[in-house]
């Protein structure tokens, strides 16, 4: 049964996210599209525009959405929490919309928020998809739509191919990638293996936050790549050499000192002269 504007909005409104992945799952592309403008027009009036870092948000529920939902008590007398309500009008819109009406969600880190992307996309399995992930791989890291997260899962339930694109690279040594239950890159990485055998070593080809030194040390390639080799799980001196060859590349200062401490953690030769940068 085609899914209705009334459930679309009951579901937003109540925040059932759980609700919304299960009633878009079976859905055609033709019984999605008159939904599609609804719900990217919900996730619009959800917010008054884009601040850095935060949404502001509106000041009180919509309309169309304030009779579906239990009333929203602002905690500062002045401003209504809209932040998960506006989450899953996000995921409505990955369940149901096109690029480029796609919303991003900049609390994205909620784990059941990646899992929803993940499971609707994979239902829907748009031929659209694989350029829409590059095209966000395009973009900075802070401004990219698809998490680390949801990108990987696309690739490894086979929903896209592997990115070639420089941007997948930067993504995993972003800063701000994190998955459930990784503390660590070197937990990220035992959890998904095959990143052991390709991905690791283009974090020295192509240049990231991996191993810039301005960031949280808690998430840190450095003793994360350092630890792997100690264990065996990566080899040691491959690891020296591509970290030698990209201290010679004309990469950013702070991502250079990176390199210097992972090949002193490795007990490596001093770093060679960078090339200069263009």
Known sequence: MPMTLDQLEHQIA?????????????????????????????????????????????????????????PKVPADG????????????C???????????????MYDYYDWY???????????????????IDSKLDKKVEDQVIPWGVVRRLVQARCIPTPTHDGYTRLLGSPWTRVPGARSPRELLLADAPLLEREVWQLFEIESRAFDTIFDPSWSWVSSLAKLAD????????????????????????????????????????????????
């Not at 201290?247 to 991502?255: I, Q, S, Y």
């Open 14 to 70: 109540t925040e059932n996210h759980r609700a919304l992945v299960a009633t878009t799952a079976k859905l055609t592309e033709t019984e999605r599209a008159p939904l599609a403008k609804h719900a990217a027009a919900i996730a619009k009036e959800l917010v008054t525009g884009q601040a850095y870092g935060s949404y502001r948000y509106t000041n009180e529920v919509p309309p169309r959405l304030a009779k579906h939902a239990t």
């Open 78 to 89: 002045k401003h209504v929490e809209l932040r998960t309500m506006h989450a899953v009008a």
């Open 91 to 105: 995921l409505a819109t990955y369940a149901l919309c096109e690029p480029p009406k796609i919303t991003r969600n």
């Open 114 to 132: 990646t899992d929803g992307v993940v499971e609707v996309l994979a239902a829907r399995r748009p031929a659209w998809l694989a350029s829409f």
């Open 231 to 278: 264990e065996g799980r990566l080899d040691r001196a491959r690891l020296v050499a591509a970290a030698t060859h990209a201290t010679t590349l004309p990469w950013k200062a702070t991502h250079r000192k990176g390199l210097a401490k992972l090949l002193a953690a490795l007990g490596g030769p001093a770093k060679r002269k960078p090339a200069k940068r263009t």
